[in-house]
């Protein structure tokens, strides 16, 4: 497992919370990230920081019991889920959590991301479930996603926002791209166009077969007929 240089993962950490900030899946001071950089050693946002305006300066390390190793800032109260999601499935290296807000409408709807529309979207992500609601900073956001650590790529955070996780940073961000994008064509064609042409079940399978050719280790699988 080639995990990222300490340089290498505070640099990934600022670029993408400055691209999360630009694309409108935070606000102010919303969000957070982590980069694994060895068997217990995490880099991680700060608390109380906007992700377009971080230095490397910001950035905490720590353990995975949470303890500070270097920096002098304050974690984010939100690094619980993250170190819970490492000690889960040691495959992640990567966790991203953020405010998509189409993401988010679906998450306090407690509508899951799950209609079989898109190829793109039962590859990587396959389904992407709601949980239950948990306080913010809490043990109890850890406890709602732990069961899927080992089994998808994401999970929405009832009444909250949206997760992803992967093998390295940036995949990590692009699953949250793809969880935004799959929401916004989910919203267009149930409530808008008012339409869906779902894909059979046979579809289905074959995309689901294809994962391994794009290095898609887990998923969930999406409704079927």
């Not at 240089?5 to 969000?31: C, E, L, P, W």
């Not at 807000?101 to 389904?127: H, K, N, Q, R, Y």
């Not at 650590?149 to 955070?157: A, M, P, Q, Y």
């Not at 289905?204 to 794009?214: N, Q, S, T, V, Y």
């Amino acid at each position: 497992m080639n995990d990222m240089s300490d340089k290498a993962a505070k640099k990934a950490i600022i670029d993408i919370g400055q691209r999360m900030y630009v694309r409108g899946f935070v606000a102010a001071n919303d969000g957070n990230i982590s980069v694994r950089v060895g068997d217990n050693e995490v880099w991680a946002t700060p608390t109380g920081v906007s992700k377009g305006y971080m230095k490397k300066k910001m950035l905490v390390k720590v353990d995975l019991d949470g303890r500070v190793l270097e920096g002098d800032r304050k974690p984010s109260s939100e690094l619980k889920m993250h170190l819970r999601a490492y000690r889960e499935n040691a495959a992640i290296r990567s966790v991203c959590h953020a405010h998509p807000p189409i993401c988010t409408s679906f998450a306090v709807a407690g509508i899951p991301l799950d209609s079989p529309i898109l190829s793109e979207a039962v590859i990587t992500l396959g389904d992407v479930p709601v949980t239950p609601y948990a306080e913010l900073g809490t043990e109890a956001v850890s406890e709602v996603i732990a069961p899927y650590c080992h089994t998808h790529n994401g999970v929405l955070l009832g009444n909250h926002g949206a997760v992803t996780w992967a093998e390295d940073a940036y995949s990590a961000y692009y699953r949250l791209e793809s969880m935004e994008y799959y929401a916004k064509i989910l919203l267009i064609t149930d409530k808008i166009l008012g339409a869906q042409n779902r894909l059979s079940d046979e579809q289905i399978d074959r995309l689901l077969a294809m994962r391994e050719k794009f290095g898609v280790t887990q998923g969930g699988m999406p409704r079927r007929s």
